[in-house]
């Protein structure tokens, strides 16, 4: 199985600023990889699909870049509404598996 | 509106059976793989299977943790998706999600669309 990594498990920033979370993966994965976000008591959203393309109607402010085994997601001007706890997902061989996730707080 | 509502949770005893569905509806559900996922209380996310479309023979793959015990089924003439699982553990305890697999410019991708998740407590 493929195993997901993600760092840091929690982060606390300030309102404006960039915030980057990493995923690694134990083998190259290309760029099947997904990201989503997940608020308390509310299904995932999905922001982040094929790595780097951006879900239909997901602000600009949220981005991907990576492939194989190396990915990030950056959230710039980080504000209120983007608390939460944000997961990697590898869809590039079964079993599916998703990192451990990455709590965001805002300070 | 693509939607998904999930229904079948709820509290069972250990070595109990249960059966879940996903109702969908705003798209055309015979077109797209669908994924169930699960979340145990306080954890993260545990991709459970999925369920490929008629044109793939519906086949169906598992995460090695639910494997000869859940099954995943499908009907399309109702849209909707369904995880029977057998032989419950306290440790399936979860809020189990059905998902979309979509598909955007040739690339298909996990959970661009999720249901709001039915509860199963395994307990005595």
């Known amino acids: 199985d493929i195993q997901m990594t993600q760092s840091p498990s929690s982060l606390s920033a300030s309102v404006g600023d960039s915030v980057t979370i990493s995923c690694r993966a134990s083998?190259?994965?290309?760029?099947?990889l997904a990201w989503f976000q997940q608020k308390p008591g509310k299904a995932p959203k999905s922001l982040i699909y094929?790595?780097?393309s951006l879900q239909s109607g997901v602000p600009s402010k949220f981005s991907g870049s990576g492939s194989e085994t190396d990915f990030t997601l950056t959230i710039s001007s980080l504000q209120p509404e983007d608390f939460g706890t944000y997961y990697c997902?590898?869809?590039?061989?079964?079993?599916?598996?998703f990192g451990g996730g990455t709590k965001v707080e805002i300070k | 509106e693509v939607l998904l509502v999930e229904s079948g949770g709820g509290l069972v005893q250990p070595g109990g059976s249960l059966r879940l569905s996903c109702a969908a509806s705003?798209?055309?559900?015979?077109?797209?793989?669908m994924d169930w996922v699960r979340q145990a209380p306080g954890k993260g996310l545990e991709w459970v299977g999925r369920?490929?479309?008629?044109?793939?023979?519906?086949?169906?793959e598992y995460a090695a943790s639910v494997k000869g015990r859940f099954t995943i089924s499908r009907d399309d003439s109702e849209n909707s998706l369904y995880l029977q699982m057998n032989s419950l553990k306290t440790e399936d305890t979860a809020l189990y999600y059905c998902?979309?697999?979509?598909?955007?410019?040739?690339?298909?991708?996990?959970?661009?669309?999720w249901g709001q998740g039915t509860l199963v407590t395994v307990s005595s």
């Open positions: 998902a979309r697999v979509g598909c955007s410019d040739g690339t298909c991708y996990p959970g661009d669309y």
């Open positions: 705003g798209f055309t559900f015979s077109d797209h793989y």
């Open positions: 369920i490929r479309y008629k044109a793939d023979s519906y086949t169906t």
């Open positions: 083998q190259g994965i290309s760029n099947s």
């Open positions: 094929a790595a780097s």
């Open positions: 997902q590898q869809h590039y061989s079964y079993p599916l598996t």
